[in-house]
């Protein structure tokens, strides 16, 4: 097995994490209600949600639990989808509307729900702000808090220039949205918290299992190089790091990183001044920047995209400029950890779900806002599998498309597109 897959990125989660035990690969044959492709969010989520239910559920990690993008996320509590309602109705109808955006908030509520059923310890704090550049963008925070409360929201408050020193120690912006009911959390112990409360529940993960097949049929099996599962149900909840194990779903989206960097702790009155009220924060730019306090007062700055999944050579000096031009008080600060993950981009930028046949669910492309969707898809997969579909085909009825110009063309067309868009971020229009 690959040393890069038998341990954690050298983040700070990694560093930080709660103790979690090492659970063996899969060796020999196996027999399950439903087999889950994938320990991050989307297949604990689903595993656990299916174990309160009663089901024998068998979950296949190629690395360890929360290895991928669920352990080294930005760890913020971001409600609604990359794509917005408004976006959704103009593209797929009112209905699709009302039907996607009914659920828009859910996924935080779930992770709420999880962290206080199970005592998950992980940091969990309230409250995340976008943060806006222009008065262009502080309209469209605006237009985003009308749209939110039209679908239920009711804990959103709009900052002018004035009220960010209670938010942020930085002139960069005009003002803000302040989301009450988003929040941020460590995310890496957020995934062994919940992957702890589904093994308590009879539930079984074997790591360093990396899936080489999955066998469609009345009852699909799925192989690993030293074992299989035969299971009546299967989800393929790899996303960003599924890979070409199912060229169908591969070809529909494509993985991106984002790099994050995390300073030395910091003297804790001056972290409290940085963010006042312990918000975490991401601005308005389509690629855009985000950033928070951790527990023990450490600034965990994130940043830049870079797509086809490439690792970048030096990622402090990727973010290091960021950081310390919207806080230039911390300038030569001491970077503690650096590093990089994939996430799931799609060509709509909204999620993809649906069914291989008939007994084979899948779950992807969260296109950034995969913290909450991913819990939201767990609760979905598991309506589905227990025959309760109304609300995953809503999700699963939105059009997939592959990403033109197939695997040569699409990562030079997308960094194209970001080039475009990022110097529309410079230029404020």
């Not at 659920?103 to 709420?112: K, N, T």
């Not at 502080?138 to 009220?163: F, Q, R």
């Not at 940085?274 to 965990?300: I, K, M, Q, S």
């Amino acid at each position: 097995m690959s040393e890069t897959l038998s341990r954690h990125t050298g983040s700070y989660y990694a560093a930080s994490a709660n103790p979690t035990p090492k659970r063996p690969a899969l060796d020999g044959r196996q027999v399950a209600d439903v087999c889950v492709i994938g320990a991050g969010y989307t297949g604990i989520s689903t595993a656990l949600h299916l174990a309160e239910a009663g089901y024998k559920v068998i979950v296949l990690e190629a690395a360890r639990v929360g290895w991928g993008a669920s352990g080294r996320n930005g760890g913020q509590i971001v409600n609604s989808y990359s794509r917005d309602m408004d976006v959704i109705e103009a593209r797929h109808g009112k209905e699709a509307a009302r039907r996607i955006g009914a659920m828009a908030f859910e996924g935080g509520r779930i992770i709420r729900e999880r962290i206080a059923k199970y005592d998950i310890q992980c940091d969990l704090k309230d409250g995340n702000v976008f943060a806006a550049f222009t008065q262009k963008q502080l309209d469209e925070m605006a237009a985003k808090k009308a749209l939110w409360e039209a679908y239920g929201h009711t804990g959103l408050k709009l900052i002018d220039k004035a009220g960010m020193q209670d938010i942020v120690q930085s002139d960069a912006y005009v003002g803000a949205l302040l989301d009450n009911w988003g929040g941020h959390i460590h995310p890496l112990n957020l995934a062994l918290g919940e992957a702890a409360a589904f093994e308590s529940l009879g539930g079984v993960i074997y790591e360093q299992s990396p899936v080489t097949a999955v066998i469609e049929g009345d009852k699909p099996s799925v192989k690993t190089l030293h074992g299989e599962v035969s299971a009546d149900f299967v989800v393929v909840a790899g996303n960003a790091y599924l890979g070409n194990l199912i060229p169908k779903l591969a070809e529909k989206t494509l993985p991106c990183g984002t790099q994050v960097v995390t300073t030395a702790p910091l003297d804790a009155k001056l972290a409290q001044a940085l963010l006042p009220g312990n918000n975490c924060v991401e601005d308005c730019n389509f690629l855009l920047d985000y950033y928070r306090l951790t527990a023990d007062n450490r600034l965990l700055y994130g940043g830049g995209t870079v797509y086809g999944a490439r690792d970048p050579g030096a990622i402090e000096n990727l973010v290091r400029p960021k950081l310390e031009k919207t806080f230039p008080q911390l300038k030569g600060v001491k970077i503690d950890y650096s590093w990089t993950g994939n996430f799931s981009l799609t060509l709509t930028r909204l999620p993809q779900a649906g069914r291989i046949g008939k007994n084979i669910y899948y779950s992807q492309g969260c296109s950034g806002h995969g913290v909450t969707y991913t819990h939201l898809a767990g609760r979905l997969l598991s309506e589905a599998i227990r025959g309760q579909s109304e609300r995953f085909d809503a999700f699963a009825s939105l059009p997939h498309y592959p990403f033109p110009g197939g695997r040569l063309l699409r990562v030079p067309m997308l960094t194209l597109g970001a080039w475009w868009y990022e110097m529309r971020d410079k230029m404020g229009v």
